[in-house]
């Protein structure tokens, strides 16, 4: 299979709006126009682009991929992501694997690399080989065939699997995958941030949680995600901010809501973050055409 032939199908199928949820991990993403910079929260995944090309910035670190290329994040990062290169006569295209953690179960972890032994940034661009392009083509190719998806999915996944682990960017793999490692216990800390973002953050807690002394926690978690854990805490309550902000919600109540105690610095920082004040951000999304 050629990385031609994965684009053609990639381009055909992502055409249906609504495509049945066949293989789990697996979504096709289109865009046919550029994109100014978004705040999303992205999850483990492995984002392989086929055509076009995208920009994403983490804290201070900003990483551009385009086709035959990969990004892999092995933890929950906030980011600022936009397409740099798409249009109607040639869309951006895209196949994104969420790697959660009972993928685990797909096997061939024992064949990934040994992790460092100190912790790497949580994430990498990759090239793709021809050996991926293959299984990542009889993979996609099995929404045409729905009966042999669930016979024939959980094979190419442990395929694709083992031949991204063979590459520079395996560990992250197991990291990503939860298989020991020091990102893994920055992802706990992650985790309790994104389930309590609403309170203050205390270093001496968030280390305790990750189970390491506060001075190595705080060198390891800005190592993992390029960001302090205050930052990734101010990023993660304005990420949400922003979200109850398009359900109309207002500017005064969505700073409370997200545990401001001042509506003046949440707009603030609101707007250091998105580049507008949040009702000028929001009023912006909203003036845009649909996709």
Request: positive net charge.
């Amino acid at each position: 299979m050629s990385l031609p032939e994965l684009r053609n199908l990639t381009d055909r199928l992502s055409k249906h709006a609504a495509l049945p949820n066949l293989i789990p991990n697996l979504a096709l993403r289109r865009a046919e126009r550029t994109t100014g910079y978004e705040a999303l929260m992205y999850e483990p995944m492995i984002y392989f682009v086929l055509q076009g090309e995208k920009q994403l910035s983490i804290g201070r670190k900003t990483l551009t991929y385009g086709a035959a290329h990969f990004l892999i994040l092995s933890v929950d990062v906030p980011v600022n992501a936009r397409v740099l290169q798409a249009s109607n006569e040639k869309p951006f295209l895209g196949i994104e694997i969420r790697l959660s953690p009972d993928l685990a179960r797909e096997g061939a972890l024992e064949m990934l690399p040994a992790l460092p032994v100190e912790a790497d940034p949580a994430f990498a661009v990759g090239s793709l080989s021809g050996a991926t392009v293959d299984v990542l083509t009889r993979l996609t190719a099995l929404m045409d065939t729905p009966a042999d998806a669930a016979h024939l999915a959980p094979l190419y996944t442990r395929e694709l699997l083992y031949r991204i682990g063979q590459g520079p960017q395996g560990h992250l793999l197991r990291d990503a995958l939860r298989i020991g490692g020091q990102t893994v216990q920055v992802q706990r800390a992650i985790d309790w941030i994104k389930a309590n973002f609403r309170e203050k953050i205390s270093i001496d807690r968030l280390a305790d949680i990750a189970g390491m002394g506060v001075t190595t926690f705080h060198r390891r978690f800005k190592s993992v995600t390029n960001l302090s854990p205050g930052a990734y805490h101010k990023m993660v309550r304005l990420h949400e901010a922003r979200r109850l902000l398009l359900d109309a919600r207002t500017v005064s109540s969505v700073a409370f809501a997200v545990g401001y105690e001042n509506a003046s610095q949440f707009s603030r920082e609101y707007a250091v973050m998105f580049g507008a004040p949040p009702r000028a951000d929001v009023l912006s999304e909203q003036s845009r055409p649909s996709r």
